[in-house]
């Protein structure tokens, strides 16, 4: 049986906003539950579950929520600062834009996706620009999606509309 537990964060993540620290905690929790196999990771106010899915659920597959649009339409980062960034999206704007509101697979996917993000987020703490990577997380996500996950048709997308587990509004 899971209990509520306080989770401490090292301070060298002081600087970051809660967003960045909760994919932080997120990853302890996992790793500190070996018998957690399957996790979703999900927005309660912009997501319905419409069936016992974790039976369900593919170990081979990441499925993500998605927008209507494309990556040159995200408004939340125009001009980003961060270099790895700025090229992933001038070389993919016309990819479907990816939504962290939803993510669920098999444990060793969503720790894969959770660790590259920590080793992100450590990078631009060292290089001073982590205020920077606040600012663009939902490309960050889909920068790590895309570049690490989106082969051998690992990733299901199109989760928007209504999907045999999910909906999202």
């Known amino acids: 049986m899971l209990h509520i537990k306080q989770q401490v964060i090292d301070s060298n993540y002081g600087v970051l906003g809660m967003y960045l620290k909760r994919w932080i905690m997120m990853y302890e929790f996992i790793m500190e539950h070996p018998e957690i196999e399957k996790v979703a990771l999900m927005d309660i106010d912009e997501t319905e579950v419409l069936q016992n899915f974790f039976k369900l659920i593919e170990d081979d597959k ?59 987020v450590d990078r631009t703490i060292a290089d001073g620009t982590q205020n920077q990577f606040e600012n663009y997380e939902m490309n960050i996500f889909n920068y790590i999606i895309y570049k690490y996950f989106d082969e051998s048709n690992r990733l299901k997308r199109n989760v928007k509309q209504h999907d045999e587990l999910f909906s999202m509004s």
């Open 62 to 120: 990441l499925y993500v929520g998605d927008e209507l649009f494309d990556l040159s339409k995200n408004n939340v980062a125009k001009d980003p600062n961060l270099d790895f960034i700025k090229e992933f999206l001038m070389d993919n704007e016309r990819l479907q834009l990816l939504n962290p509101g939803l993510i669920a697979g098999s444990r060793r996917m969503i720790l894969g996706i959770l660790s590259i993000y920590i080793f992100l």
